[in-house]
Structure formats: C-alpha cells, structure tokens
C-alpha cells in the first residue's frame, strides 16, 4: 500500500432544502466498531431527528463498505452517500446525513440530490488529504543551523513532528522514502559532513 486518499479532520455543516435541515458529518474512522460508535452517539444526541442516514469506506483497497438509507426510500439516500465517497477515491471516512423532516417531500430525484450535496460539502469541510508511507527520521543540530535545516526538510516536503531544543537541537520529522535519501545527500553537502539524519522507522503520513 504505497498511499491513500482520506480526511484530515470531523467536519459538522448544515443546509436548509425545501424547509428540510440536513446536517452534515465526516468522520475519521478505523473500523466499523468506530464508524458504528460515531452513528449511535448522533442517534443518542439528535433522537428528534427524522433520519440519520450514512456510509463508510474503510480499508485501502476499499474492501468494507456499508451504507443505510435509515428509513428514507431505498436507494436515495445511503446510496448516495456511498457514491460520494467512492468518487472522491476516499477511505476510513463515515459520514453521516442528518435529516429533520420540514414537510415537503422532496421525491426520489430530490433526495439523492440533497443527500449527495450534504455528504459532499460535509467532506469538503473535513480537507481531503493524501497520506503516503513516510519514514520517520531524527537530526540532531546545532542552534545555529535549525533554520537551515527548515527550508532543506521543506524542499523535500518532510513534516515535521517535534523539535526538541536543549544542549542541540533534536528535530524529529517524516518524509517519503524516495525524498529521504536526497535530503541525506543534501544535509551532508551543505553542512560539509556534520550532519546526518537516523531513521527511527515508518509510519503513514500526509503529503502534498
């Protein structure tokens, strides 16, 4: 699994159609247990509701997806849902469409429409981001090379994770594997051989 497409953060929004309130959540999930405990904690607190309805994708190759249209006719709701998140190529994401009934009934074609609209800008509230399989690395400076170091870890477009300032400073970052190796050639040229970087180990990260 070399990268995958997913969420940055919950998102909450909410739009009025046709006097109906659809509320909007995206949440970052790793199982259906979680995606599970996130639907039944909404259902707790927004009993009132008319329905909540939901999708997941979990996994990197997709391989567990569920939906439910929660009491709206089938196929206009959950479905929709679904496809949103299928198109937007995302996984470990659930989200939900909370719906409060306004009186007039949208019909089929009205339903996905608002359904599809609600789990899509709920999305986009989130931030969509790349995650890719990073390595986690460590440099030990001196004070007055950190800024130097800065713009080397940017170049390669590393994260990083912590930097810890005592006697030098420890900066602990994640880059891709590919990158890690041209930051390594670059650190030992520009610093004349003075500094290099440790590998600590791997994790998924965002990019871009």
Sequence with gaps: MNGYRTIAH???IEIVI??????GYAFLVSSAEEANEK????????????HHCSAYVLGAD??????????EPSGTAGVPVLDVLLKENLVNVCVVATRYFGGTLLGAGGLVRAYSHTS??????ANIVTMA???????????????????LLNE????????????????IFTVKEKYAKILAE????VSNGKYRIRRLGRKFDKIG
Excluded at 18 to 23: H, N, P, V
Excluded at 62 to 71: A, R
Excluded at 120 to 125: C, Q, T
């Design 62 to 71: 997709k391989q567990l997806q569920k939906y439910s249209d929660d009491g």
């Design 10 to 12: 919950e998102s909450e």
């Design 186 to 189: 670059r650190l030992t040229d």
């Design 18 to 23: 046709k006097k109906s309130r659809f509320i």
């Design 156 to 171: 390669v477009g590393a994260n990083i994770e912590g930097s810890d300032f005592s006697d030098k400073v420890k900066v």
């Design 120 to 125: 899509k800008i709920a999305i986009e509230a």
């Design 39 to 50: 639907l039944a904690a909404l259902r707790k607190r927004q009993w009132d509701a008319s």
């Design 133 to 151: 399989e990073c390595g986690i690395y460590r440099c030990d400076i001196d004070y007055s090379f950190y800024d130097r170091l800065v713009v």
